[in-house]
């Protein structure tokens, strides 16, 4: 009799383990997923330092506020020397249509050909350094296209000085008037594109969101186009998960799916993406048991309820009506 009670224990004790560990009948129509988002990748066009960070991971932000700040005195100094060139080009403009045309202007004329020769030769080995920097892979396509632009825009001016002593040194002053207005058109020009290159030191959200992580903080050097933060909208997240492939033939583009998390009220999305090719293993599975081998990687966009982190693990029921 003693030993049939420890028996009888035992055997009571492997059948409660045994109903415990038993996998339960799963919802073929419930799958597992997770929280992803589209992110909003925001970069300078142009290399440069950062010098201010006006927000951080996690900060909310509206439509066209301030995001980070280049170094700009490079900027700011082009700018200043195309204002110069502009007020020389409109000075000159006025004494040619106030004055008889003197000696003297012709050698002002020939100091302008004589310093634009210059600016061209540095053009000239400016484009030919960023060639062979880009060859070897240390420079940007960019800032090629940046000093052949520069190495134009000199050749240029050196024929517009020409034209203009050409002018200079023949009768009649409607044609030297002409070159005038020419120079001073350019000048604006120069002084335009300098402007817009320096208001892009600053860069602002394209769109309201949260600042979901930040690559680049002040005083590191980002390269152009590289992202220095990710912008998070609210309406870029949605719910990535995988559906076996007997139910695969169920759904379709628009469907409703609801979503359950823990802690949260059940929500609604809207199938916006179904793979067309299989995959046997999926990147994340929040299941505790072992699912189907052939799965179909699948998107939902959220249409309500409330704003969940990235990664947060969900079930998906696939039922709902096609839209």
């Given at each position: 009799?003693?030993?049939?009670?420890?028996?009888?224990?035992?055997?009571?004790?492997?059948?409660?383990?045994?109903?415990?560990?038993?996998?339960?009948?799963?919802?073929?129509?419930?799958?597992?997923?997770?929280?992803?988002?589209?992110?909003?990748?925001?970069?300078?066009?142009?290399?440069?330092?950062?010098?201010?960070?006006?927000?951080?991971?996690?900060?909310?932000?509206?439509?066209?506020?301030?995001?980070?700040?280049?170094?700009?005195?490079?900027?700011?100094?082009?700018?200043?020397?195309?204002?110069?060139?502009?007020?020389?080009?409109?000075?000159?403009?006025a004494d040619l249509q106030a004055a008889v045309q003197r000696p003297e202007q012709i050698a002002v004329l020939r100091a302008?050909?004589?310093?634009?020769?210059?600016?061209?030769?540095?053009?000239?080995?400016?484009?030919?350094?960023?060639?062979?920097?880009?060859?070897?892979?240390?420079?940007?396509?960019?800032?090629?296209?940046?000093?052949?632009?520069?190495?134009?825009?000199?050749?240029?001016?050196?024929?517009?000085?020409?034209?203009?002593?050409?002018?200079?040194?023949?009768?009649?002053?409607?044609?030297?008037?002409?070159?005038?207005?020419?120079?001073?058109?350019?000048?604006?020009?120069?002084?335009?594109?300098?402007?817009?290159?320096?208001?892009?030191?600053?860069?602002?959200?394209?769109?309201?969101?949260?600042?979901?992580?930040?690559?680049?903080?002040a005083g590191e050097v980002v390269a152009a186009g590289q992202p220095v933060l990710a912008l998070l909208p609210p309406g870029?997240?949605?719910?990535?998960?995988?559906?076996?492939?007997?139910?695969?033939?169920?759904?379709?583009?628009?469907?409703?799916?609801?979503?359950?998390?823990?802690?949260?009220?059940?929500?609604?999305?809207?199938?916006?993406?179904?793979?067309?090719?299989?995959?046997?293993?999926?990147?994340?599975?929040?299941?505790?048991?072992?699912?189907?081998?052939?799965?179909?990687?699948?998107?939902?966009?959220?249409?309500?309820?409330?704003?969940?982190?990235?990664?947060?693990?969900?079930?998906?029921?696939?039922?709902?009506?096609?839209?």
């Amino acid at each position: 009799m003693k030993r049939i009670v420890p028996l009888i224990l035992i055997l009571a004790i492997a059948a409660a383990a045994a109903w415990y560990l038993w996998p339960a009948p799963t919802d073929p129509d419930r799958v597992q997923g997770y929280i992803e988002g589209d992110l909003v990748l925001v970069g300078p066009e142009s290399a440069g330092r950062v010098v201010s960070l006006t927000v951080d991971s996690g900060s909310d932000v509206s439509e066209n506020a301030e995001l980070f700040c280049l170094d700009t005195r490079s900027e700011e100094a082009a700018r200043d020397e195309a204002q110069a060139k502009l007020n020389q080009a409109k000075a000159q403009l006025a004494d040619l249509q106030a004055a008889v045309q003197r000696p003297e202007q012709i050698a002002v004329l020939r100091a302008t050909e004589n310093r634009a020769k210059a600016a061209l030769d540095l053009s000239r080995a400016d484009v030919e350094r960023q060639r062979a920097l880009f060859q070897k892979g240390f420079s940007s396509e960019a800032r090629l296209q940046q000093a052949q632009a520069q190495f134009e825009s000199d050749g240029a001016a050196l024929a517009e000085a020409r034209r203009q002593i050409e002018a200079a040194e023949i009768p009649g002053r409607s044609e030297l008037i002409a070159g005038a207005e020419a120079a001073v058109k350019a000048a604006e020009a120069s002084l335009d594109g300098a402007v817009k290159a320096l208001e892009k030191r600053r860069v602002f959200a394209p769109v309201a969101a949260v600042v979901e992580d930040v690559y680049f903080r002040a005083g590191e050097v980002v390269a152009a186009g590289q992202p220095v933060l990710a912008l998070l909208p609210p309406g870029n997240r949605k719910v990535r998960f995988y559906v076996p492939e007997p139910q695969l033939s169920g759904l379709r583009l628009g469907q409703d799916v609801t979503i359950y998390c823990d802690g949260c009220q059940p929500m609604t999305a809207r199938l916006s993406f179904l793979s067309s090719e299989a995959e046997f293993t999926p990147p994340v599975i929040f299941s505790e048991e072992e699912r189907a081998k052939l799965v179909f990687k699948a998107e939902a966009k959220l249409t309500q309820g409330e704003t969940l982190p990235l990664g947060l693990p969900v079930d998906v029921v696939l039922h709902g009506r096609a839209k």
